[in-house]
C-alpha cells in the first residue's frame, strides 16, 4: 500500500515538472510585453520574439520588430514580464 502511495505521489510530481516545462516559453516564440520596460521605447503590449532563454525560463532574451520586419532592439527580460503570445487572442494594431 505504501509503495503505491509513493508511486502516485512520484508521478504527480513528474506531471507538475512537465507542465512547468510545456509551459516555458520556448526559443523563437512570440511573446507580449506585460509591463512597459523602463529605459526603453517598448511598452506593455508589444510583441516581440524569444532569441534567447535564461535560466529555464527566468529570463528571456527578445528581439522587437518594426512592421517591416526591421529590428527596433533586443531587450533582456524577466519571465515575469513577457507572456506568450498563443494567450493572446487580440487583433495587432499600430499607433503612432
Known amino acids: 500500500m505504501r509503495s503505491n502511495l509513493y508511486y502516485i505521489r512520484a508521478r504527480q510530481l513528474v506531471m507538475i515538472e512537465d507542465l512547468i516545462l510545456f509551459k516555458m516559453i520556448k526559443e ?3 511573446v507580449v510585453l506585460t509591463e512597459n520596460l523602463n529605459g526603453t521605447p ?3 503590449g508589444d510583441v516581440g520574439t ?3 532563454i535564461h535560466n529555464n ?3 528571456y532574451e ?3 520588430f518594426a512592421a517591416d520586419g526591421s ?3 533586443v531587450e533582456t527580460v524577466e519571465g515575469t514580464q ?3 503570445a498563443k494567450h493572446v487572442k487580440k487583433v495587432l494594431h499600430i499607433i503612432d
Do not use: A, D, H, Q
Open 28 to 30: 523563437f516564440e512570440r
Open 42 to 44: 517598448f511598452v506593455k
Open 50 to 52: 524569444v532569441v534567447m
Open 57 to 59: 525560463g527566468k529570463g
Open 62 to 64: 527578445v528581439e522587437f
Open 71 to 73: 529590428t527596433l532592439g
Open 82 to 84: 513577457v507572456i506568450s
